[in-house]
């Protein structure tokens, strides 16, 4: 049912917190196990980057990467609708889907990627190729997009779910 691996992946697009690098180790380990050895490569940047920093310069980081322009926030309806008023139906209906599969907000609207990513793996496969392909794939496009041009180091997370998209005959029914 649903995508492999979102879980442990979203964890890496929450705030850091200590347990950063096991969540890291986490999601490589899965993704290994799983067979999608491409997209846990893709973290191995990302993991190179985070033995070079302190918790502290990792937040710093998180906080102007993530919170400080909405070119690059992890809410998903921002890049799918902007201000529009059908970004409020959208977070509706996410939060509906949250509460269908017993998944807590945490702090951050409905749209954040991590509870996006958390829907991939729990919903069936037909839901979750239907979401992927009408909302989560393109705004994680133009997020990657974003990212890429400040050189930032999530954009291999990022990549390494794409490749998971690539890779599994859900996210192949979404194409």
């Given at each position: 049912?649903?995508?492999?691996?979102?879980l442990?992946?979203?964890?890496?697009?929450?705030?850091p917190?200590?347990?950063?690098?096991?969540?890291?180790?986490?999601?490589?380990?899965?993704?290994?196990?799983?067979?999608?050895?491409?997209?846990?490569e893709?973290?191995?940047?990302?993991a190179?980057?985070?033995?070079?920093?302190?918790?502290?310069?990792?937040?710093e980081?998180y906080?102007?990467?993530?919170?400080l322009t909405?070119?690059?926030?992890?809410e998903?309806?921002?890049?799918?609708?902007?201000?529009q008023?059908?970004?409020?139906?959208?977070?509706?209906?996410?939060?509906?889907?949250?509460?269908?599969h017993?998944?807590?907000e945490?702090g951050?609207?409905?749209?954040?990627?991590?509870?996006?990513?958390?829907?991939?793996?729990?919903l069936?496969?037909?839901?979750?190729?239907?979401?992927?392909?009408?909302?989560?794939?393109?705004?994680?496009?133009?997020?990657?997009?974003?990212?890429?041009?400040l050189?930032?180091?999530?954009?291999?997370p990022?990549?390494?779910?794409?490749?998971?998209?690539?890779?599994?005959?859900?996210?192949?029914?979404?194409?």
């Open positions: 049912m649903g995508l492999p691996c979102c442990a992946l979203s964890r890496l697009f929450a705030y917190q200590t347990s950063l690098v096991e969540d890291l180790q986490t999601a490589r380990n899965g993704l290994r196990q799983a067979g999608l050895h491409q997209a846990e893709h973290l191995q940047p990302f190179g980057d985070l033995t070079m920093r302190s918790l502290h310069e990792l937040q980081r906080t102007q990467t993530f919170d909405g070119d690059t926030t992890l998903l309806g921002w890049h799918l609708f902007g201000e008023y059908a970004r409020g139906i959208y977070l509706s209906k996410l939060r509906g889907m949250l509460a269908d017993h998944i807590d945490v951050c609207l409905p749209d954040h990627l991590i509870h996006a990513l958390h829907l991939l793996e729990l069936p496969d037909d839901a979750a190729a239907d979401f992927m392909a009408a909302c989560v794939q393109p705004a994680c496009t133009t997020l990657r997009t974003n990212l890429e041009k050189q930032s180091p999530y954009i291999f990022l990549d390494a779910f794409a490749s998971i998209c690539t890779a599994t005959p859900v996210a192949r029914a979404a194409s």
